[in-house]
């Protein structure tokens, strides 16, 4: 990824990325990067390329996306969040682009809940290399 790159998101998302997250995905270590890419693009922990991050970044804020959540309620995704990475299973991984010190959110497409996933980013990424290592590892398959 590119500044190219990161002045097309924000300008379809019409969102300013947080500096942390921008220089992650500005210098997204190779070898992590490799890892990543043994899962299909749309199931990414974090995604890695500006036509995924644009790509679920657009739906969520099409007019017509609403949910609803565990109260009832039909609701819209925050605008102020920025969609950053997703489980396969229809949850999100996404930042409040207000914050300066932002959590890694979780929303979760069962009832449109959001909760904190990782207390930063930094902590997200050990998180989810810890866990894909282990799904790797899982898939081998070793007498």
């Known amino acids: 990824m590119n500044e190219r790159d990161i002045t097309r998101i924000e300008k ?8 942390g997250y921008r220089e992650l ?8 990067k490799a ?9 990414r922990d974090i995604f890695t390329d500006a036509a995924t991050i644009i790509r679920w970044n657009r739906f969520f804020r099409s007019p017509d ?5 565990s109260y009832g309620e039909i609701c819209t995704f925050p605008s102020h969040h920025i969609v950053i990475g997703a ?6 991984f ?23 996933q990782s207390k930063n980013l930094g902590s997200f990424i050990q998180s989810v290399f810890r866990s894909t290592g282990e799904l790797v590892a899982d898939r081998l398959n070793l007498t």
Not at 35 to 43: A, Q, Y
């Open 87 to 92: 489980n396969g299973g229809g949850d999100f």
């Open 65 to 69: 996306y609403e949910y609803e959540n």
């Open 25 to 32: 995905i500005l210098q997204f270590p190779p070898e992590l």
């Open 94 to 116: 996404h930042l409040n682009v207000k914050r300066k010190r932002t959590p890694v959110l979780f929303w979760c497409h069962d009832d449109g809940e959001i909760s904190v």
């Open 12 to 19: 379809v998302t019409q969102i300013p990325l947080p500096d």
């Open 35 to 43: 890892i990543l890419n043994l899962r299909p693009k749309d199931e």
